[in-house]
């Protein structure tokens, strides 16, 4: 036996560890969702007296009864445009307010960004009841563009520490020659800098849009007309005062985790590059 192969032994039963150990993250991780996929095939007898075993036959009618029940295209129509607008209005306002903080160094702007920052220590539990009590005195509740207004002031902090790591790294050369070229101020933030921003504008989209569109507590407690619920919110449609139709339930749960779910499988491989991008440089 060379030296060669036994130098290589250890380095492959390390890989071979490696592996297995990721494996065994990865069923653990996986179990869950494919527990509320195999069960919401069943009936809710079958999900109740064994739900771990496989269906005797695939119950695809409750999807129909989920679909129709919660008013499927109604709550996603919903979760879409509150979602989509306020992912746009944190990514634009945030990528703003960081170019700005970065190129006007002075000490009011070092306290704003200190205090955006510090912002995100604060859970929204804390300022929960105060924040409804006041927006619901001057009747702003039940309305979708106030929760999404709720939406950029909670997801703005993080946004602008993200985008004003990565700015930090762009030359200040590159906004001069584009002015010397003619540009004014928008001009070089939407034509150079806001192109540059790609890797962390897909990072923070991915996590917002995991963020809101899975969000319960705040649409609950500012939706309060079933015309404007979320997806995550007519998931109650199935909860009853003493029973609960666990197979329709978990088949609008399957519906709602696929849309995001197929969004993070196309983008995943920006949310690491863009985190370590704007959190490092």
Known sequence: MSTRTVRLAPARAASAIKTLFLLVLFILYMFPFFMVVLNSLKRDTEV???PIAPPSSFYWENYRMAFEKMKFMRAFGNSLIITAASVAAIVLLS????????RNK?????FLYLTMVAAMIIPFQAIMIPLL????SIGMLNNRWVLVFMYIGFG???????????????????EEAAII????RYAVFFRIILPLLQPVIMTVVILDVLWIWNDF????????????RTLPLSTYYFYGTYTVNYGCLLASLVMTMVPVIILYMFSQRFILRGIIAGAIK
């Open 133 to 136: 009590k006041i927006y619901g």
């Open 95 to 102: 990528s703003m307010c960081a170019h700005y903080l970065v």
């Open 106 to 110: 002075t000490k009011l702007s070092t």
């Open 48 to 50: 109740i007296s064994s």
């Open 181 to 184: 070229d003619g540009c004014g």
């Open 217 to 228: 507590l705040l649409p609950s407690l500012v939706l309060l007309n079933q015309a404007s």
């Open 156 to 174: 703005a902090p993080f946004a602008i520490f993200l985008f004003h790591g990565f700015i930090k790294a762009i030359p200040r050369e590159l």
